[in-house]
C-alpha cells in the first residue's frame, strides 16, 4: 500500500508559537506543498478560526494537481445533534474533499476535558463520523491522546478506535498529542491496535501524528510506519505547537530514500529544499542551517581530511546526495581548511592552480593566520534564484571569501 504524506503545516504547525502566515501565504504554501506531490493538505480549522474560513473559499477557485485539501474539526459537541452542530456544519461547508476530526481516546480527558460519561464520548464519534461519511470523499479520524489513553486504559481507547470504524472513517490516526512517547513504546502499541483493527468486519488505514517533546516525533513516525502504518502527518520544518510536530523535511527523505516506499513525493523529492525555505520566508523566519537535508550546512564540508575524502567519493561523509532534495554541497574555506578545501573553490571558479603550486601553501597560511585575527570566510552558499539574490550571490561563496572580511 502506498503511504500518504499529510501535512498540517497549515492547521498544526501555524498553533507554533511565532509561527503566523496569512491567508494568501497559506495558499502560496498549498500550491507548493501540491507541487511536492503532498497527499493530503490540512487547511485549517473552519469552525473555530474566521481566517480558515477565508482560507478554504478562497481555495475553491485553487485548482490543486494531486494533494486532497482537507478541512480539521472535532466530534460534535455532545448537546448538539450532528445536524445542528455548528462545528461539523463550518467543516461542510468548506466543501474539500477530505475532512478530518479528532475525538478523544484518553478517558482523563473525557472526563476531565469533555466532563461527559465514557459511554456519551463514544457515542459522540461514531454519530459525528457516521453523519460526515455520506457527505465527504475521504474522511479520517485522529484519535486524540491516543499512546496516553492506550498506557492507562487500553480497552477503553481501543473501543473508541472501534466506534469510530463503525461511524465510517478511512483512516485512523494514532496521536502522539502531547510528544512524550518514546520510540520503544510505538510498536508494541501500534501491533496491538493492528490486532484489535483485523477483529473488525472493516479493514481501515492506519496513521501517525506525533509531536516532538522528546524530541522523538520522526524516530516515532518511521518505527510506526515500519509497523504498518501508512498515513504520516507532520509538518514542513517540524513547526507546531509547543516543541512542534514530526517534520517532514526528515521523514520524507527516510521513507523514500532509506526506506524505499512508495508514495507520491518520490516523484517530486528535489523540491523538498525549495519548498522548506519558502514556508519560512512567508514566515518571516529564519532558516535552521542545521537542520538534516535541507539546511544549508547538511552537506557542508569545513575539515581538510573530510574535503579530501568528499573530493574522491561523496559518500565518505554523507550519508545522500545532497541534489536529491535539492540541497547542494559546500566546501567551506576556514582555519580547518586544507589543500582539498583551496584547490576546489579554484577549480569551481575557473583558477588553474595545481596542488604542488607554493601559492596553495601561502592561501591556507594567510586564511588560518586571518581567522586567527577574528576574520571568518566560510560564506554562504549562493541563493538558487538569482533575480532575489544579494549582488553577490550569483558569484557564489568565493566572492564572499575575498570580502567577507572587510
Ligand atoms: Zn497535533
Redesign the pocket.
Known sequence: MNIEVYD?TLR?GT?AENFNLSVDDKIKVSRKLDELGIDFIEGGWPGSNPLAVEYFEKMKTVELKHAKLTAFGSTRHFQNPPEKDPNLQALLAARTPAITIFGKSWDVHVFDALRIELEDNLQIIEDSLAYLRPRVEHLIY?A?HFFDGFKNNREYCLATLGRAVAGGAETITL?D?NGGTLPHEIQPIVEEVKKYLDRLDRPVRLGI???NDSECAVANSLLAVQSGVTQI?GTMNGY??RCG?ANLTSIIPAIVFKMGLECEVANHIDRLYETSRLINELANLPHNRYQPYVGESAFAHKGGIHVSAVERNPLTYEHIEPEKVGNIRRILISDQAGRSNVLHKAKKYGLKLEASDPVVAAIINELKELENQGYQYEGPRPALNSSCAAPWASSGDFLTWRVSGS
Open positions: 498540517t498544526d498553533q485522529d486524540e496521536c498529542t501524528h506525533c509531536h502527518q507546531g505547537e510536530n
